[in-house]
């Protein structure tokens, strides 16, 4: 089953201490993305990779990093976590160009204490 | 940064009634795709409507595009109260590096 998988779906953390949210697609598609989704702001675009080896900031980039070392996997680093990066979080893939049809995991909800 | 904003905000219907929901953007676009998210999950894509084409259907679902008004509605016919869900915009502007979508229309289908 072509598929997009987060884990972990659900995450409590405290400030300062570092974390990954893993994310693997099955369709071995080049595009993959970060998103977080907040009340009233929408999907905000935090990385985006074109390809292995290549990846560039979006519109949220602060206080995030990524790595893009096989196509399958684009795992989220959150260095030093702070309150503010409590959201939910969207990993998404599709094929070639990020303006093509997204195909997206099913969240991982982060609250930072 | 978003381009596409849906109107309304939130719709509630009965279960059996139409459900309208209407896109705007702002600057030209190659295509338009309307997404669905239940509450928690990931967007699921729906449909996409190129700049040249005006009407497209699938299943009970048409969209219409009007790129002199840069706008774009879904209509879901039938609903039902599996429908509930909240619908996004998303507009493809000619940028590999993104979908801009719009902050979405939660949509309630009371049984």
């Known amino acids: 089953e072509a598929q997009v998988t987060q884990n972990p779906r659900y995450l409590i953390t405290v400030t300062g201490k570092k974390l990954t949210v893993t994310c693997s697609q099955n369709m071995n598609h080049e595009y993959m993305s970060w998103y977080r989704q907040d009340p009233g702001l929408g999907l905000r675009q935090i990385y985006y990779s074109m390809n292995v080896e290549v990846t560039d900031k979006g519109d949220v980039p602060e206080g995030y990093k990524v790595s893009r070392k096989e196509k399958r996997n684009f795992p989220l680093i959150l260095e030093s976590p702070s309150p503010n990066q409590t959201s939910l979080y969207f990993c998404?893939?599709?094929?070639?160009?990020?303006?093509?049809?997204?195909?997206f995991g099913p969240g991982t909800r982060l609250t930072v204490l | 940064s978003q381009q596409g904003e849906e109107d309304p905000q939130a719709l509630s219907i009965q279960e059996g009634e139409n459900a309208t929901m209407n896109c705007s953007y702002k600057?030209?676009?190659?295509?338009l795709q309307w997404y669905r998210q239940n509450s928690g999950r990931g967007l699921v894509h729906l449909i996409l409507i190129r700049s040249n084409e005006r009407e497209k259907h699938s299943g009970r679902l048409r969209v219409t595009l009007d790129t002199s008004k840069k706008s774009s509605s879904l209509l879901i016919t039938a609903s039902r109260a599996a429908d509930t869900a909240s619908y996004f915009c998303a507009t493809d502007a000619g940028s590999a590096r993104q979908l801009t979508f719009g902050s979405g229309t939660q949509l309630t289908v009371l049984p």
């Open positions: 998404a893939s599709s094929y070639q160009r990020g303006n093509n049809e997204q195909f």
């Open positions: 600057t030209s676009i190659n295509n």
